[in-house]
């Protein structure tokens, strides 16, 4: 008989998206023995009955990702809040309603503004305010305040929200598959987290 997995339990949603794919294969790499991790899609209805309570974490990366704003018709943009805000909560209540340990949304450093064509490096710090200057930013940022807003009263735990800040990192990485992970550049304490 095998040996029984006795590490941390994570869910993935966003079974085919690269940062939920990337994540996999590094845990693989570097934590198999440490942390196990399945994925789950939150197309369509099939995730809604399945039982997210024997997880540690569950993990969102779904997203609807960046466009040329400019040129969405209204019924693109109100899909990005419906997959970056509706869909993120609703996928947060799940977690809290069947009892996982910890609900991680990621959401986006674009949540504090676009700094993509400041010749200034943006410091942004504990005090740093959001101020999303696109529909993008903004369904990211709404997300995280009503999942925020979704923890039973008086709980400390399950809903946490970590802006990756991949933007300006890795240009081309998640549209194209590239090769190169952002795992290793997130920040420290998401680092911590993994370890």
């Not at 990366?61 to 960046?66: F, K």
């Not at 693109?76 to 949304?105: F, H, P, S």
């Amino acid at each position: 008989m095998g040996k029984i997995f006795d590490g941390k339990r994570i869910l993935v949603l966003g079974a085919s998206s690269y940062i939920g794919v990337s994540f996999q294969e590094y845990l693989k790499k570097y934590a198999k023995d440490r942390l196990s991790a399945d994925s789950v899609s939150l197309r369509g209805d099939d995730w809604k009955h399945t039982d997210w309570s024997v997880y540690d974490s569950i993990i969102n990366v779904t997203g609807r990702a960046h466009a040329d704003t400019g040129t969405l018709t209204p019924e693109e943009k109100r899909e990005y809040y419906e997959v970056n805000c509706r869909l993120a909560c609703r996928a947060a209540k799940k977690a809290i309603a069947d009892g996982a340990g910890q609900y991680i949304y990621f959401s986006s450093i674009i949540v504090y503004g676009d700094s993509s064509d400041s010749r200034k490096p943006v410091v942004i710090t504990r005090q740093t305010k959001p101020a999303p200057t696109s529909f993008y930013g903004d369904s990211k940022w709404k997300a995280e305040a009503v999942c925020g807003a979704a923890r039973p009263s008086g709980d400390s735990a399950p809903a946490d929200g970590l802006r990756a800040g991949l933007q300006g990192q890795l240009p081309d990485a998640r549209k194209t598959g590239g090769k190169t992970s952002g795992i290793s550049r997130l920040p420290e304490p998401a680092q911590h987290a993994l370890h």
